[in-house]
Each structure stands twice: as structure tokens, then as C-alpha cells.
């Protein structure tokens, strides 16, 4: 009777093996697609549209110094395939492509393909940004934005050294880095998730659960600052840990709560005026008023002087 199990589990295992060998053989096959290449308006002062869509893999768009006029579009495509033909047969007419000298459209739809998307734009114009990976991440670098929509389904979105009117950015299943940035109008939002903020915003909203949410102000003689800022911070079972600048000028009114957890001031300067809430001597005569609003649960909240 064991012999004829353990016969039943090798077949069995057998079979497994095999599967797994066909779905081994069925690899991503790389395929490097021709460089698309546009013009952008002649007067840089008007705003030019980016529509990206990709359902599988990762879209970045940037600056390049070398480029003035125009833009570069770079696509790699990863086939799942049983063999390079088939994956050949697939890749082709999968990238959806328009423009004009207002707007570019981009669009890779397929099932079985992760695509790698490089959009470089020059670094003088300024960008409307509505972009979207159903299942991987985002890179915005060095940009110009009026508004940006961002969305990044299980995957990662990450904001460098932008400037813009508004950042509308959310995903699941991902963090979400905003640094060295400013925006009028700034929502993140992410689930299982960290929320890092390195910037400026004058109307913010960082929200997160399962997730730790970092946020860092810059000093005055960092970044081109808003004379009054309001930022609402919410999270659910992850700590909000809040570092601020210690400097003549700026003020802070702040609403701190929690369950479950503690809420820590660590810097000089704040005083007590209600239950859960502080404020920095002075505040309402100091050039630079900065409103913080942070609640979360069954978690900590640390104030402290960005070092």
C-alpha cells in the first residue's frame, strides 16, 4: 500500500514538474521597439497633454537636457510566451500611438505583455499628465506639471524634483515617494503602503492603512514656500512620523490624535491649547503658517526638527 502511494505521489509530482517546466519554457521574450519621436509647440509657454496607459509594467517620464523642441519614447516589451515566433506574433501592433502638437496618446493593452515605457521631454515646457499602470509603478522626474493624475495599481509611484499646480496620486499595494517637490494641491493615497513626503504643498492630503507615513518640510531657504499650508495626514494601524524645520519665520498650529498609540512632540517651541491640539508661540504674526491635521490608529505620531 506505501509503495503504491508513493508511485501515486511521484506521478503526481511528475505531472507538476511538467506543468511548471512549460511554464518555465513560457519565458518573456525582450523585444526592443522603434524610438518614437515628436515636436512639441513652438512657444513653450503652452501646455502640452501626456496620456499614457499600460496595463502591465512601468511608465517613467523625465527631462533630458539635450532635447528642446521635442520628445523621445522609448518602449522595451517583455512577451510571455511558449517560444520567441509566437512571442514575435504577439508583440506586434500592441503599442497605440497618437499625437499632435498639443498632445501625445500612448497605449499598450495586451494580456502577457509587461512593457517599459521612457517618455523624455525638455526640461522648458510645462505638462498635463493623466497616466496610468494597471499592475506595476510610476516615475515622474524633473518635470514642469499643471495638473498630474497618477494611478499605479499594485505598484510603486514615485515624484522627483517636479513643480505643479496639482498631484492627484494613488495605487494599492505600493508606496508612494514625493520628493524634493511642490504643489499647490497635493493627494496621495495608497493602501499597504508607505507614504514618504519630502517637499512642499499648500493643500495636502497623505492618506495610507496598513502603511507608515513620513513626511518632511523643507527649510525657507530650500524650497519657494507657500505663505500658509494646510496638510491632513490619515493613516490606519501605521505610525505618522512628522519632521519640521526649527526656524525663525515659520509657525505651526498642529491637531495630533490617536488610538492606541502615543503622540510625541520632541522639538522646542510647541504649546499646549486644547486636547490634541499644540501651536508654536506666535503663530499667527509668523510670515510662513503651516496647519497640520494627523490621525491615525493603534500607532505612534513623533514630532521632531528635521535634522
Known amino acids: 500500500m506505501i509503495k503504491r502511494f508513493s508511485v501515486l505521489w511521484l506521478l503526481v509530482l511528475l505531472a507538476v514538474l511538467a506543468g511548471g517546466c512549460k511554464e518555465i519554457i513560457s519565458l518573456r521574450y525582450s523585444f526592443e521597439q522603434p524610438g518614437i ?30 532635447l528642446t523642441h521635442g520628445y523621445d519614447i522609448d518602449i522595451v516589451l517583455h512577451v510571455k ?87 492627484d496620486g494613488a495605487t494599492s499595494n505600493g508606496r508612494i515617494r514625493f520628493l524634493d517637490s511642490r504643489a499647490e494641491k497635493i493627494s496621495l493615497k495608497t493602501s499597504n503602503g508607505l507614504i514618504e513626503f519630502v517637499g512642499e504643498g499648500k493643500n495636502a ?57 502615543r503622540v510625541k512632540i520632541l522639538m522646542r517651541g510647541f504649546e499646549a491649547i486644547d486636547d490634541g491640539q499644540w501651536r508654536t508661540l506666535a503663530f499667527v504674526s509668523q510670515p510662513r503658517q503651516i496647519n497640520l491635521d494627523l490621525a491615525t490608529s493603534n500607532a505612534d505620531i513623533n514630532i521632531e526638527r528635521n535634522r
Not at 519621436?37 to 501626456?50: A, C, W
Open 81 to 167: 510566451a511558449d517560444n520567441r515566433q509566437e512571442a514575435e506574433s504577439m508583440a506586434q501592433d500592441v503599442v497605440h500611438y497618437e499625437a499632435d502638437e498639443k498632445m501625445l496618446q500612448l497605449t499598450i493593452d495586451e494580456e502577457n505583455i509587461n512593457a517599459t515605457v521612457t517618455i523624455k521631454v525638455p526640461q522648458n515646457y510645462t505638462y498635463d499628465l493623466n497616466s496610468k499602470v494597471a499592475n506595476g509603478s510610476m516615475v515622474l522626474d524633473g518635470l514642469n506639471l499643471k495638473d498630474a493624475l497618477i494611478r499605479a495599481d499594485n505598484g510603486m509611484i514615485e515624484i522627483r524634483d517636479i513643480n505643479a499646480r496639482s498631484v
Open 37 to 66: 519621436s515628436g515636436n512639441l509647440p513652438k512657444d513653450n509657454f503652452e501646455v502640452f497633454g501626456i496620456r499614457a496607459y499600460v496595463r502591465d509594467g512601468h511608465i517613467q517620464v523625465r527631462t533630458e537636457t539635450a
Open 205 to 261: 492630503f497623505l492618506q495610507t492603512a496598513n502603511g507608515r507615513i513620513a513626511l518632511r518640510l523643507l527649510p525657507t531657504d530650500y524650497i519657494n514656500y507657500f505663505p500658509q499650508a494646510k496638510i491632513v495626514v490619515r493613516n490606519s494601524n501605521g505610525s505618522i512620523g512628522v519632521q519640521l524645520p526649527e526656524e525663525k519665520g515659520t509657525g505651526y498650529n498642529l491637531k495630533a490624535t490617536t488610538d492606541n498609540g
